[in-house]
């Protein structure tokens, strides 16, 4: 089993695409197909489920998918401090995203900044709104990704990003997937899926339920990866954001816009970081990530 193949399947289950994935990688769409079926000939399982041009995970890919995080994670920070050790005057960004985010610009950011600056050390972690604004406001992390739910503050940089639609995504075989819009109140009776960490979970239950609507049950998953396996085995719905527009490629799931009184719901992303903190690095990454989302 070779490494590069498991970030291959990593890649297309994070951007739930093989052509992005095949950009993200810098490799041929078709590369990408044939080393994850070569890695599951040699597992001897089936990993994603392909329907045409569409896949889903299978119950032992997403098994697959939460261990590999996990060493992968492990293996980058290895060789980041092995790294720091024979250059400690190398210099280091600490990166925070939503770990809800469903669009790929960070990904594509990361890449882009990384390419023009190969001397500086990132350290990306993701969390909940929450967690993003107590990392940066206790210095754990230099810049976040995150969406705004406070008002801006002077203490900080607030550099806006994009305001994106914020949609639901439902087992395609629930009879509300064929509606071409929905609001809070259509979805009272069915379990609204969040992603969030244990120690996120009653704040992302009173922001989603107070400010954005929701009325039924809560219940969560802790990665993007297994929330959708959750809507695909009808559990509940997911709401999705940092999506620009409704296209989508799994037949299995249905993306619905989510409106509020006939308005369409929003929400605004920025880049935030603290005051004089290495203005340089954090306005250059900010720029390159603002591009992604022209």
């Known amino acids: 089993m070779l490494l590069k193949q498991i970030k291959y399947f990593l890649a297309v289950v994070e951007t739930n695409s093989f052509s992005e994935a095949a950009e993200r990688c810098f490799i041929s769409q078709s590369a990408v197909s044939q080393q994850i079926k070569a890695l599951e000939n040699e597992l001897g399982v089936e990993l994603l489920e392909r329907h045409n041009r569409t896949f889903s995970l299978t119950p032992a890919g997403s098994v697959f998918y939460r261990k590999c995080s996990v060493l992968l994670n492990d293996l980058d920070a290895a060789v980041r401090e092995t790294k720091a050790a024979a250059r400690e005057d190398r210099p280091i960004l600490r990166i925070g995203y939503l770990k809800c985010y469903g669009g790929y610009e960070f990904q594509n950011a990361i890449s882009e900044f990384s390419e023009k600056n190969p001397d ?92 954005v609507g929701f009325k039924g049950n809560f219940i969560f998953a802790e990665t993007l990866p297994d929330a959708r396996i959750m809507v695909v085995s009808q559990k509940g719905f997911l709401p999705i954001e940092g999506i620009r527009d409704d296209s989508f490629f799994d037949s299995s799931i249905t993306r619905i816009p989510l409106f509020k009184k006939d308005v369409p719901v929003t929400r605004k992303y920025c880049a935030f970081w603290k005051q004089g903190r290495n203005e340089q690095y954090l306005s250059e990454f900010a720029e390159i990530l603002k591009k992604q989302f022209l």
């Open 120 to 211: 500086i050390e990132l350290h990306i972690e993701n969390g909940n709104h929450e967690d993003l604004y107590e990392a940066l406001r206790d210095n754990r992390v230099d810049l976040v990704l995150n969406d705004q739910r406070r008002a801006f503050s002077d203490d900080y940089v607030n550099f806006e990003l994009a305001d994106t639609h914020c949609y639901i995504e439902i087992s395609s075989r629930n009879p509300i997937s064929n509606q071409n819009r929905i609001e809070p109140d259509a979805l009272k009776n069915i379990p609204c899926i969040l992603v969030a960490g244990k120690n996120q979970q009653v704040n992302e239950e009173t922001y989603y339920r107070d400010i």
